[in-house]
């Protein structure tokens, strides 16, 4: 390992770079070293494994990971680049995935506790799914999808669920027939949820009546009927909704059933008790599900991922870098709805045979204790969350950790950059610095982990996720394709070199849009059938250091990270866009204390229309409603004018510099300079008056606001 840097200072270079390139200097933080005792019982402890992955070993290495499966049949060729970059991996092996994430457990571990559910209500106890319960559930439910659904393999099924049991129980059903899931985040509107059921041509919606969350029974049903219309609208019909009870016997909404099409799923269940549903033995390369994200233009992704590299990515990457043993109580705080949750709260952990936890409801209700005395009550032994999380619990109650009897080996951290001071809180109060803090870079587009620590073998160095993980080679690279090396200060574009199994495949009905978002940046010969010659464009910013650990700066495209979750500027702004009296929208990020970014919206109205708070509000109704409460801009400004060039373009780099108080640059090339001294004294002003004015920023956040929107 290379020499320890603390205290040093990265010199930013004088030379002229692109906005992706700027120089960036930080005090490089220390390493902290993993404790012995968790060092003892890891799963990889032996420094010999970075050999069986290094890059000569490429791709068999992966057998390793494939290996933890259960094959029906095994595999002829472990990686096949014959029509790059459409990978396939573990081509001619055949396996199904709820087979191995339940049936194979049930030999050893029949009784031993798959799920513990936390409903949200501190007054309801904690339920215990075992391996075997587990099981009769899938079954049951995979039953009901084929006869009464009339679902098959390759079928597409929309998902609207919240952090229930009944959600693994629905996926794994699904992949038990080979039927390809799509869930969307139970937060985001029937509006974003009717998309994503259009995009992948699903005929039936599940959902469920209503969640606790904050303390309120949601009535979450109401959504699946604006779903069903937004479908409709864009060409798909749906014509059966399941709709489980967080009550079973009592429903929780105020809407009605629709006869004919929407089912309560515990009284169809009677039906199927106790039948057993034989696991659809699917090619390695068949898709397991898809998961949407947010890119630079307006209609999301569906990232579709595979059935036997995925899940030997989540196996591995969960016996590695999770150290998940079959004894541990782990417990990922993410929402399922996300790719972590797919990945590190079922597949994964279920993979191994594990007991994963499911919280249904907020972090900090009724306090910011909660977390902690839910992992005091189950003995949880990994906790794994994000950056926002980890600010929010620190805020609200940062000795709350104290006070309870929990003690972590593991904590993981996943979803945006977490600030050396947040990780410090995280490694000395919450894990009362008896464990190992695992901070994991990925997207949704990866399936597993690319850059961390492992653990046991790799120090820890707050703010900075690690290196690339077990058979990753990451490289930096500048605009012109350029290597930016090591240590050198300089950031640039994060690529990774070569295929790994937990890739998605492809973007769900749209090819040329994976070609062109992750591949034709870098290639370097279109018609080269060698993995070399691909490069994958993470569309992330970074640096990376001298000793080879990587700090994540953060995304070069037009998406904004609220608190861990993508959210396309594009997307918002034709949300916003339908409101009749806005003529145009620009959506920028605001460096935020507690939640990473938030949204503020711009917008200009039509002529003849005259400001106010009403149309505001229109706004940001319109945009809880295309896509969710998660996406509510923090204040809406009204506009005379956007600041453009003179092709027209809104530049949004100038507005965000304005929000976030950094100097806004040159503007004397744009077609209306004069606009941005009348937008920025309105906007400032008022923010001053309200207390909003944000600390200095870093020059990691400054290249970031001085780069927003130049994507385009
Ligand atoms: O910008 C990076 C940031 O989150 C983006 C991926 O978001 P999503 O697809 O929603 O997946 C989130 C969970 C895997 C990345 O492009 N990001 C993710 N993890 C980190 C991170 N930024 C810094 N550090 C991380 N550990």
Request: aromatic share 10%; charged share 25%; proline share 6%.
């Amino acid at each position: 390992m290379a020499e320890n840097t603390e205290g040093q200072f990265l010199e930013p270079r004088g030379e002229q770079v692109s906005e992706a390139q700027i120089a960036v200097h930080w005090r490089e933080e220390g390493y902290v070293p993993p404790p012995a005792v968790f060092i003892g019982q890891a799963n990889a402890s032996d420094p010999a494994i970075f050999e069986r992955f290094a890059e000569e070993a490429f791709p068999e290495c992966f057998r390793e990971y494939a290996d933890l499966l259960t094959w029906d049949s095994y595999w002829h060729t472990t990686l096949d680049t014959s029509n790059a970059p459409f990978w396939r991996w573990f081509v001619g092996g055949r396996l199904n995935a709820c087979y191995n994430c339940v049936d194979r457990h049930l030999a050893t571990d029949r009784n031993k506790a798959a799920l513990i559910w936390v409903p949200e209500p501190e007054s309801a106890d904690p339920v215990a799914i075992t391996y075997q319960e587990l099981y009769r559930r899938v079954n049951e439910f995979a039953a009901l999808l084929r006869d009464f659904c009339g679902l098959q393999a390759g079928d597409r099924v929309t998902l609207h669920m919240p952090m229930v049991p009944e959600l693994p129980v629905t996926m794994l059903a699904c992949a038990r027939l080979g039927v390809i899931h799509s869930q969307v985040f139970g937060g985001f509107s029937g509006g974003a949820c009717g998309h994503r059921i259009a995009d992948s041509g699903s005929r039936v919606l599940i959902t469920m009546d209503g969640y606790y969350r904050g303390g309120e029974l949601t009535d979450h049903k109401v959504k699946a009927d604006e779903a069903i219309e937004a479908a409709l609208r864009n060409g798909q019909e749906v014509d059966k909704v399941l709709v489980w009870r967080r009550h079973p016997g009592q429903y929780a909404s105020r809407v009605p059933m629709a006869a004919g099409r929407d089912f309560f799923v515990d009284e169809l269940l009677a039906r199927y008790r106790d039948q057993v549903v034989p696991p659809v033995s699917m090619p390695a390369e068949a898709p397991l599900f898809i998961m949407y994200s947010s890119g630079t233009t307006g209609r999301p992704k569906g990232c579709q991922h595979s059935t036997g590299g995925y899940l030997a990515y989540v196996a591995g990457t969960s016996r590695y870098y999770q150290d998940i043993h079959r004894d541990d109580t782990y417990w990922c705080m993410a929402d399922i709805g996300w790719i972590t949750g797919h990945s590190y709260i079922v597949y994964g952990p279920l993979a191994l045979g594990t007991t994963s936890v499911i919280y249904e409801g907020v972090p900090n209700y009724p306090d910011a204790g909660r977390p902690w005395r839910i992992a005091q009550r189950l003995g949880v032994t990994i906790f794994h969350t994000s950056p926002t999380a980890i600010r929010m619990l620190r805020k609200l109650g940062p000795e709350e950790p104290n006070k309870y009897d929990c003690h972590f080996k593991h904590m993981t951290t996943v979803g945006e950059p977490i600030e050396p001071e947040v990780w410090r809180w995280y490694h000395s109060v919450v894990g009362k610095g008896e464990a190992v803090i695992v901070d994991t870079w990925w997207q949704t587009e990866n399936g597993g982990f690319l850059g961390a620590t492992l653990p046991a073998l790799q120090a820890m160095k707050p703010g900075s996720c690690g290196p690339g993980v077990l058979g990753i080679y990451p490289e930096i690279l500048d605009e012109d394709g350029n290597e930016i090396k090591a240590g050198s200060g300089r950031a640039g574009n994060i690529c990774i070199r070569n295929p790994w199994p937990g890739i998605f495949q492809t973007i769900w009905g749209d090819p040329e849009r994976y070609l062109e978002t992750y591949y034709r940046k870098y290639c370097k010969n279109p018609e080269s059938k060698d993995w070399r010659d691909w490069p994958y464009f993470a569309n992330d910013g970074a640096v990376q250091a001298a000793d080879g650990y990587y700090r994540i700066l953060g995304r070069v495209d037009d998406v904004i990270n609220v608190a861990g979750h993508r959210l396309g500027t594009k997307e918002i702004e034709s949300a916003a866009l339908t409101v009749e009296e806005v003529a145009e929208a620009a959506a920028v990020p605001v460096i935020d204390e507690l939640r990473g970014r938030v949204v503020e919206m711009y917008i200009s109205l039509k002529p003849g229309v005259a400001p106010g708070k009403e149309i505001e509000g229109k706004v940001v109704t319109a945009i809880e409603t295309e896509i969710g409460k998660i996406a509510r801009p923090r204040t809406v400004w009204i506009v005379a004018d956007m600041p453009k060039t003179r092709s027209g373009k809104i530049m949004r780099r100038v507005i965000a510099s304005v929000s976030n108080f950094t100097d806004v640059g040159d503007v004397s090339t744009l077609a209306n300079p004069e606009i941005v001294d009348d937008i920025r004294h309105h906007v400032q002003a008022q923010k001053a008056a309200r207390g909003e004015v944000p600390r200095q920023l870093t020059p990691e956040e400054e290249a970031e606001i001085k780069a927003f929107g130049q994507a385009e």
